[in-house]
């Protein structure tokens, strides 16, 4: 028996855009950690451990889109292990979190302190890292529309961007001031803007996973496009949801008139399922009539 289907999907399209990003990354992470601790700085020691949660939520997202295009061998996993991109697009929304809470309360903890800070060092890493951003950004920007889980790296390596021009600001405002006050206020609204995105990322994870209905599915006009293909007399148990990015899949049960030609009307949804509501996997019933299991379902 076949146990699953092969199909392509967009993380594994776009897996080269994440090496370049990770590569870059990582090899500016230890710089900015190890300046932000010389020179004092809560705003570049917070932007360096959002660098850190960009190093690995791209590792993770390379494991997943890896683990994704892997064959089932076991025959248990009918639909192939897709579902490892939206684990790693959530497990990029709990360190999104991890670090904004860290460097909120660390704001908080400085609070009335006095902390010397080096603004020439901020200036220059800063500069650095937004140039890193900027070209990672252009890299993830052509998959983040189709792969969820590439749009987890994209929103992260935003959000460092966004970093990196507070870290700027912050010196800036530190070298014409002297008032180191301005790097945790920076290191604060930081903080803020990358758990604004992560809330955001995570409503898509969770929707996914709950098996919610498609992003711009509309699951009432679904069911009236199936029941004006010719031959269909009604639809019931209709369901649809997303396996991973790119992949919409859904079931149905249609009753047809006695004079339908059953194979006519599956090759007539299966079409209209795929062009019209971007379902390429679609696992269709056709009966006389609603039979008594199906009545007596309640979802």
């Known amino acids: 028996m076949g146990a699953g289907h092969g199909h392509g999907h967009a993380g594994a399209t776009h897996r080269w855009r994440l090496v370049s990003s990770f590569l870059m990354v990582a090899a500016f992470f230890g710089v900015e950690l190890v300046v932000g601790i010389l020179s004092g700085s809560l705003a570049l020691i917070s932007d360096a451990g959002h660098m850190a949660a960009d190093v690995v939520a791209l590792g993770a997202a390379l ?37 904004a809470v860290y460097v909120i309360f660390e704001a908080f903890a400085r609070r009335g302190g006095d902390v010397d800070v080096a603004a020439g060092p901020m200036l220059i890493v800063g500069a650095i890292g937004l140039l890193i951003n900027i070209v990672s950004i252009l890299l993830l920007r052509g998959g983040a529309k189709d792969s969820l889980n590439v749009k987890g790296a994209y929103y992260e390596v935003v959000a460092d961007a966004a970093g990196s021009v507070g870290v700027i600001g912050a010196g800036v405002l530190v070298a014409l001031t002297g008032d180191s006050w301005w790097d945790t206020v920076i290191a604060l609204a930081i903080g803020i803007f990358v758990a604004v995105r992560a809330v955001i990322l995570g409503r898509q994870v969770l929707a996914v996973l709950g098996q919610h209905v498609p992003e711009g599915m509309v699951i009432g006009q679904v069911a009236d496009d199936l029941t004006a293909i010719e031959g269909v007399a009604d639809v019931h148990d209709l369901h ?26 599956l090759t007539s949804a299966q079409k209209l399922l795929r062009e019209q509501h971007r379902v390429e996997h679609a696992t269709l019933q056709v009966e006389s009539s609603p039979t008594e299991e199906c009545v007596e379902r309640a979802w």
């Open 63 to 99: 494991v997943a889109t890896k683990i994704a295009s892997r064959p089932d061998a076991t025959g248990r996993r009918t639909y192939g292990s897709y579902r490892a991109e939206i684990f790693a697009s959530g497990f990029t929304v709990l360190i999104m979190l991890g670090v």
């Open 240 to 265: 649809a949801w997303t396996l991973t990015s790119g992949m919409n899949v859904a079931t149905a049960h249609l009753v047809l008139v006695d004079t339908a030609d059953a194979q006519a009307v």
